[in-house]
Every structure is written in C-alpha cells, then in structure tokens.
C-alpha cells in the first residue's frame, strides 16, 4: 500500500478551535455533523457571508488509512489512491469513506455592484469508529487558499449530550493575514454555533 502523507505541503498559517455541546446522543450527531449526508447544508452555514451559488456531490470511493494514523495526522486527503474494494485488514488498514464535492462562492464588492465566482474543491472522509471527521477545501485557480478542518464528536454526561470540536487550519497567501485570521476565528465561532440549529 502507498504511504499516507501526514505533515501538510504548505504550512498553514491561520489558526483556530472551537468546541460546543449538542444536547443529543452522538448516534445522532455523527450521522449528521460527521457524514457526507449533511454536507451541503453544513457548507452553506460556514459561508453564510459569501453565498453558494452551486453545489455539486461528485465521485465517492474509500480510502486505506493506516490503522496508527488518526485523522488527525492526514494531509492532503483528495490526492491519497482510492482503496481496492474489500483491501485485506492484514495490511492493518481501515478503510474510510471519501466524499469529494465542489461548490463555488460570490464575492461581492461596492455594494455588490461588482462580483465574481471563487470555485472550490474538497473533500470530506470520515471514520465513525473514531467519531472523526476531516473536511479539506482548496480554491481553484491562483488564489492559493486552503482549509483543513478536523471535527471530533464524543458522547458526554452518560451519552445523553455530544461534545464537539474542530480544530481549523489554513493557508492564506494575502498581505492581510492578521485581518483574515480575526476574522475566521469569528466566522468559525459563528459557524460551529448553527449546529444546535440542525436538530430542531
């Protein structure tokens, strides 16, 4: 089996982590928060100030992961070789579901008077044993922007309530990086807070 990429290409340079509690059991948070089921409405919350304009679920495969390598440790998802069906446990593999999907933004300028489409690519791979879930997103073209984001679900207060995290990392080539920085964790805090929405 190929080797698993685990230190990123670029090195990120914004940061943030978050955690809330959901006040329901983690067998229903996970199918929702942690799958591809729910993924098109996850990312319209976290772009609520730059509305989707289109959203398109692609192919979905499997992926091998070493079973000593956690989420955590993975970089660069969409490049890792799809598994062979039914790849031998022997290997000491697992094997993961990947969800790959694009979806494109409108950015606004001058009182949107002035706009522009910003197309991006990701991919989501989850792995329900662990209760993990890694979503990476990479806009196309020059812009050089990337996110990677681990969401990590565990069952709290006897099962009855689910405590979510994500750690969030990013590469931003612009000469704002301060200002993007504040704002994503703001935008991050924001975002991980409509969760609550998604179980009324």
């Known amino acids: 089996m190929e080797s698993t990429p685990t ?4 090195k990120p340079n914004i940061f943030s982590k978050h955690t809330i509690v959901l006040d329901h059991p983690v067998s229903k948070v996970f199918p929702i928060l942690g799958t591809a089921k729910n993924q098109e409405k996850i990312a319209r919350a976290c772009s609520s100030s730059l509305p989707i304009t289109a959203f398109r679920l692609l192919n979905k495969d499997v992926v091998a992961i070493p079973r000593s390598t956690p989420l955590s440790g993975i970089r660069d998802a969409r490049d890792l070789p799809a598994a062979q069906e039914f790849e031998s446990e022997s290997k000491g593999a697992r094997q ?4 790959f999907f694009a979806f494109t933004e409108t950015q606004h300028m001058l009182c949107q008077t002035v706009s522009w489409n910003m197309g991006l690519e990701a991919t989501l791979v ?3 044993e662990a209760m993990m879930t890694l979503y990476e997103s990479r806009v196309t ?16 207060e006897g099962g009855m309530k689910t405590r979510v995290t994500e750690t969030l990392e990013g590469v931003y080539s612009g000469w704002n990086r301060k200002v993007v920085q504040k704002k994503t964790r703001q935008a991050h805090v924001n975002q991980m807070e409509l969760f609550h929405t998604f179980f009324d």
């Not at 230190?7 to 670029?10: D, I, L, R, S």
């Not at 073209?141 to 709290?156: A, D, Q, V």
């Open 126 to 128: 989850w792995d329900e």
């Open 96 to 99: 993961l579901p990947r969800q």
């Open 141 to 156: 073209g020059k812009y050089g922007i990337r996110t990677w984001k681990l969401r990590e679900m565990e069952e709290i």
């Open 7 to 10: 230190a990123p290409q670029v």
